[in-house]
């Protein structure tokens, strides 16, 4: 039996449909390197999703393999339940800390995003119970926010077909209208966009009752929905909100950290510090598994005066070779300065595909290596193309993958998620603004003959 008969045996894919990848069958990737990985067949991608946004640094990183086999010699576990700890663990601690927006000066370990966000959640509850709001433990999240698939993650998403099947969700979530100036009640053109929007926040806070509420989440640039840039000023409008009524903000920056938005993180774009930050792929390019959770000075003190117990952590948090590559990780993102990369070249992938003047590109926006195209039918009215029995982002993304390149879609509208590997080359950017325009051009005049 072959090795894609042996995966169609054994092994469960994440959201699939298991009698379509049945037909379809599976690709098998067996190595990498740059910004392009292999196929079992020897077919090579360029890898436009950098993995599931993660794969910052690139593939093929022979020295962070070097790093992880050194740790793996020295000590390959310890944990950080109780008062144990190991080495990377506090080291990197220390230098999260060091790169944090200013007062988030802790940090928990997890396994990746939801586990985060989760950790943050139960954080943000704990400290408002702390501070004697035991009612305090409603979370706001945003209607186009994606936030992770286990239980209490998927909870703060609002994705309806992710959710669909596996309620009843956890309690306590509630959600409100994401910043979207493209499709959303308050558009690019209106300078109160991001006032109107934040303020959507703060009727919600008050419907829900300010005591109830333990804080409000988000992607500071919304990823999977659609790689949604707010107005520059809404989430300055949400910090000034959130003090208001005594809410923690958490954003999530598992997505848009360590680089990929162009600085180390999105929120400094924004001016604002949250009161806790989730973190994620970015951490070790997805090397290892690891995920983190930064915390207000502020907020585990309040706990700590309280003396209430903090029961919460997972048996690999702080794991020593994870840990170890993700320090040399941010070495390498620092000494490469690949955040000022992923800004130069997502303004040359901008610049690229609005030079050409597609006419079923309505809108190209997005922060550093995290870019958005807007497919339409007619982008004067930004009218879209049917759903009918297959959407046009999926021809599109099928289209890319013909041509050999592996691209993003945004799973419920048709967007087209451009989200590569930080160190992609300008060669690279030319023959996917190339690729996407072709495909683009070729699937969008084949739905209008098609009528």
């Not at 999260?96 to 966000?117: C, D, I, M, N, Y």
Request: hydrophobic share 40%.
């Amino acid at each position: 039996m072959n090795l894609k008969e042996l995966d169609l045996r054994h092994l469960i894919h994440n959201e699939v449909r298991f009698r379509e990848l049945a037909r379809k069958g599976t690709t098998v990737i067996t190595r990498a390197e740059g910004s392009t990985i292999w196929d079992i067949d020897g077919r090579a991608y360029l890898d436009a999703q950098a993995g599931m946004v993660l794969v910052n640094v690139g593939y093929g990183r022979r020295e962070l393999g070097a790093v992880a086999a050194a740790q793996m010699e020295r000590l390959m576990y310890y944990h950080t339940y109780f008062q144990y700890s190991n080495e990377p663990a506090v080291r990197l601690a220390a230098k999260l800390a060091s790169l944090a927006p200013e007062g988030l000066g802790k940090v928990f370990f997890t396994l990746g995003g939801a586990e985060s966000v989760e950790t943050a959640v139960k954080i943000a509850r704990l400290y408002q119970r702390a501070r004697g709001r035991a009612d305090g433990h409603k979370i706001i999240c945003l209607d186009l926010g994606y936030h992770g698939n286990s239980l209490g993650a998927l909870s703060a998403t609002a994705f309806e077909a992710h959710r669909a099947y596996y309620g009843p969700l956890v309690p306590g979530f509630v959600h409100i209208p994401s910043p979207d100036t493209f499709e959303g009640p308050f558009r690019a053109d209106d300078p109160e966009a991001g006032r109107k929007y934040a303020a959507l926040l703060e009727e919600r806070i008050l419907a829900e009752g300010p005591e109830t509420v333990a804080a409000f989440l988000a992607e500071p640039i919304l990823g999977v929905g659609g790689i949604i840039v707010p107005p520059d000023d809404y989430l300055k409008h949400v910090r000034r909100i959130c003090d208001k009524y005594g809410v923690l903000l958490i954003l999530d920056e598992v997505m848009t950290g360590f680089g990929r938005a162009g600085t180390m993180w999105a929120c400094g774009q924004f001016g604002v510090v949250p009161d806790l930050m989730c973190t994620a792929k970015g951490l070790t390019s997805g090397y290892l598994p690891l995920g983190a959770v930064l915390v207000g000075d502020h907020v585990i003190e309040a706990i700590a005066e309280a003396d209430f117990p903090f029961e919460h952590g997972f048996t690999y948090a702080g794991h020593p070779v994870s840990c170890a590559v993700a320090m040399e990780n941010i070495a390498i993102l620092e000494r490469e300065g690949l955040a000022e990369r992923a800004a130069r070249m997502g303004e040359r992938l901008k610049e690229a595909l609005l030079a050409r003047d597609n006419p079923y590109i309505a809108e190209v926006r997005g922060r550093g290596l995290m870019v958005a195209a807007e497919l339409v039918r007619d982008r004067e009215t930004r009218e879209r193309f049917p759903e009918g029995d297959r959407a046009f982002r999926f021809d599109v993304e099928a289209g890319c993958l013909r041509e050999g390149v592996i691209t993003g879609i945004a799973p419920y509208r048709d967007t087209l998620m451009i989200t590569p590997p930080l160190v992609i080359t300008e060669a690279e950017i030319d023959r996917l603004v190339d690729v996407y325009d072709r495909v683009i051009r070729q699937e969008g005049d084949r739905r209008r003959k098609q009528g």
